[in-house]
C-alpha cells in the first residue's frame, strides 16, 4: 500500500499530498471506507450513532533543510535499543568508511528504553552534528 | 532537532511507520526501510541489508538514506499549516442488515455482531449516569500516538454495541476515564485486565463465584468486552499493521479478564481498600501485561494436605517477566489456606513473594524485556537494574524490581484451591461512583 492510499485511511485530505498552500482549518472527507448507510430515512431504516471518538487535529511539522552534501559533514548514527540495531549502524558506519570516506560518523546509543526521549543527545547531535540516522525500528 | 534525519525502519512496520509520522506532523518524513527482522542476523546479513534494496522503494537502500538527508525539500515537504482527521458523519441512517456490515467493515466491532447504537438505544445507555452527554470523558491512545478524546455519548455507543446494560455504564465511563486501551500497539500481545471492588458487584450481579473469569453473567461479559470496542473506537487502537502490531494477537482481547473480587469470601481487605478507597465506594481497577496462567503448572501445586501456595506461586511467577508485574488471583479456599500457613495480610504474603522469588543474573540477562527495557535504564545509572548488571551470572537477585510489583484478589467458586496469576502490572483505580 502506498503513502497516498495509507494517508487517505487515516482520514487525511488528499489535499495534503497536494501542493496547494491553504491547509489551515480544513477539515477532511469521511473516513468510513465502505457500506450504503448514508441513505435517507426510509421504510425498514434505522438510524445509528457513529462510535468513533474525535481524532486531535494534526499541526504540520516542516521537515529541516537538507544538506547540499554529506562529505565532510558529521553523522549521527543513533541506536534506538532495540534488538539488532548496534548491528545495522555498525554495518552503516562501515559502508560510510568504503563508500563515502569523507563523512563522519558517530555512534551513539539512545539514553533509556526505546520509547523514551533523550534531549540531551538531540541537543549534543544538533551542536556538533549535521545530520541523524536512527535505527530500528525493529 | 533541526537537521536533517533518516529514520531506518524494517519492512514489516511500514504502515506504522508512515502513519504515526503523519499523525505527529510529518506525512512526508523520508522513511527508509531494510528488509524485516533485523533482529538475529549476523553482521554479513546485515551487511547484505545494508548493500541490498530498500525494500518498499526497490532502491539501493543507502542511495535512499544519502537522498534522504540531502535532496532538497518538496514543495509537499515544506507545507505548514493544521490537519483535521474526519471520523465520518455523526450518524449512520440504513437498514440493519446494512449497518451490522457496515460497523464490522469499517472497523467499529471485534467482528462478532454487536447491538447496534440507535440514537433509542445509545439515550437509554446514557440514562445510567447522570453526566451529560457532552460532558468530555478522557483521552485514549493505544499506543506512542496523540490521543483521540471523547464524550459520555460517544462512549456510550461501544457501550450498547457490546451489549451493555444502561445500569454497567457508569463502570464504562470509569473505564473509558481512565484513559487505557485495552488493545496496545506492542508486538508482544498484550492482554488487560480489570478487577472489580464495591457494592456494584451485587447490585449488578456480577459472578465472582463458580466460573468467576468464564462467560457466565452478563456484567462480566459485556463491561469486558465494551472496554476491547472503547479501545477500537474511541482510542483508534486495534487496527494491524498501524496502532496494533501484536504478532501472535491475543485471544484475552476479546473481553478482558473482568474479575468482580470475592470479597466476602476473603481474608484479606479488598483490593480496592488497599488502594486507599473505602470498602463501600465502587472502584474499577485495571492492568496490563502478557496474560494469564494456571497454578495448576505449577511445582508444588500437587493436591494433598501439604500443598504450599506460597511455593507454587512463586515458582509460577519465575517464568514471568518482571518487567511486568504478578497478579494473583485465588480462590477464596487457597486465600483460606493461606492465611492458615500465616499470611493473615495480602502484605504478609507479598513481602515473602518478593524475597523469595528470585534468579540468578545469568537468567535475569538472558530474558528479552531486560534487553530491551532494564539494559537501557542500567545504562542510564537506573536502580535497581544499574546494580543488577554489575553483579556477577551466579548472584541471585529478585525477580522483580519491588514488592509492589505483586497483587492479589480473591475470586471463584470453591470447588477447589486453585489460583490463577497474570504476567500483569497495575495501573490504576478509578472511581465508579464518580461515573453515576
Known sequence: MNRRTLLSLLGMSPALLTTEPALAGQSTAPAPKSGKASLPTGEGKITTINPKGTPPPIQLIPMAPRLDTLDGKTVYLVDTGFHGSDVLLQQIQAWFSRNMPGVTTVFKRKAGPYAEDDPALWKEIKSKGNAAIMAVGH | ?436
Not at chain 2, 524475597?355 to 537506573?382: C, E, I, M
Open chain 2, 1 to 436: 532537532m533541526g537537521i536533517p534525519s533518516a529514520p531506518l525502519v524494517t519492512k514489516a512496520f511500514k504502515d506504522l511507520a508512515i502513519l504515526n509520522a503523519a499523525k505527529r506532523g510529518m506525512p512526508h518524513e523520508r522513511i527508509c526501510f531494510t528488509p524485516h527482522p533485523v533482529w538475529g542476523k549476523t553482521p554479513e546479513e546485515v551487511r547484505a541489508y545494508v548493500e541490498g534494496p530498500d525494500p518498499v522503494s526497490g532502491k539501493p537502500l543507502m542511495k535512499e538514506v544519502v537522498d534522504a538527508l540531502t535532496v532538497p525539500l518538496s514543495d509537499e515537504e515544506r507545507k505548514l499549516g493544521m490537519v483535521t482527521i474526519s471520523v465520518g458523519p455523526p450518524t449512520f441512517t440504513d437498514t440493519a442488515e446494512n449497518l451490522q456490515d457496515f460497523y464490522l467493515n469499517n472497523g467499529y466491532t471485534d467482528f462478532l455482531p454487536i447491538i447496534l447504537p440507535t440514537e433509542e438505544k445509545v439515550d437509554r445507555m446514557m440514562k445510567g449516569s447522570s453526566h451529560k452527554p457532552d460532558e468530555v470523558v478522557g483521552k485514549m491512545a493505544a499506543g506512542a500516538y496523540p490521543p483521540w478524546s471523547y464524550n459520555v455519548r460517544q462512549v456510550a455507543a461501544s457501550a450498547v454495541m457490546a451489549g451493555c446494560r444502561p445500569e454497567y455504564f457508569p463502570i464504562i465511563l470509569a473505564i473509558a476515564s481512565s484513559g487505557t486501551a485495552s488493545l496496545f500497539s506492542s508486538t508482544n500481545s498484550f492482554a488487560f485486565a480489570m478487577v472489580i471492588n464495591g457494592p456494584i458487584r451485587d447490585k449488578l450481579e456480577f459472578n465472582y463465584g463458580i466460573g468467576a473469569l468464564g462467560p457466565f453473567a452478563q456484567p462480566n461479559a459485556t463491561i469486558g468486552r465494551a472496554w476491547t470496542l472503547l479501545s477500537k473506537n474511541l482510542g483508534n487502537g486495534g487496527i494491524p499493521g498501524d496502532t496494533y502490531l501484536g504478532s501472535l494477537g491475543n485471544n484475552l482481547n476479546y473481553n478482558n479478564v473482568v474479575i468482580a473480587e470475592h470479597e466476602d469470601a476473603s481474608p484479606w481487605v479488598p483490593f480496592h481498600v488497599q488502594k486507599g478507597f473505602k470498602r463501600e465506594e465502587n472502584v474499577v481497577s485495571l492492568f496490563r501485561g502478557l496474560g494469564v496462567v494456571p497454578g495448576q503448572v505449577a511445582r508444588g501445586s500437587s493436591a494433598n494436605e501439604n500443598v504450599q501456595f506460597d511455593y507454587q506461586m512463586s515458582d509460577l511467577f519465575s517464568t514471568f517477566t518482571g518487567f511486568f508485574g504478578a497478579l494473583i488471583i485465588a480462590d477464596p479456599l487457597v486465600a483460606a489456606r493461606l492465611k492458615e500457613q500465616g499470611y493473615d495480610t495480602k502484605e504478609k504474603l507479598i513481602d515473602w513473594l518478593y524475597k523469595n522469588t528470585t534468579q540468578t543474573v545469568k537468567d535475569y540477562k538472558s530474558r528479552n524485556y531486560a534487553y530491551l527495557f532494564d539494559y537501557p535504564r542500567a545504562l542510564r545509572g537506573d536502580e535497581p537494574w544499574a546494580t543488577w548488571y554489575k553483579l556477577p551470572d551466579d548472584a541471585v537477585i529478585p525477580h522483580f524490581p519491588r514488592a509492589s510489583d505483586f497483587n492479589i484478589v480473591v475470586a471463584g467458586g470453591q470447588t477447589n484451591a486453585y489460583p490463577q496469576a497474570g504476567n500483569l502490572s497495575y495501573s490504576a483505580s478509578v472511581s465508579i461512583d464518580k461515573w453515576m
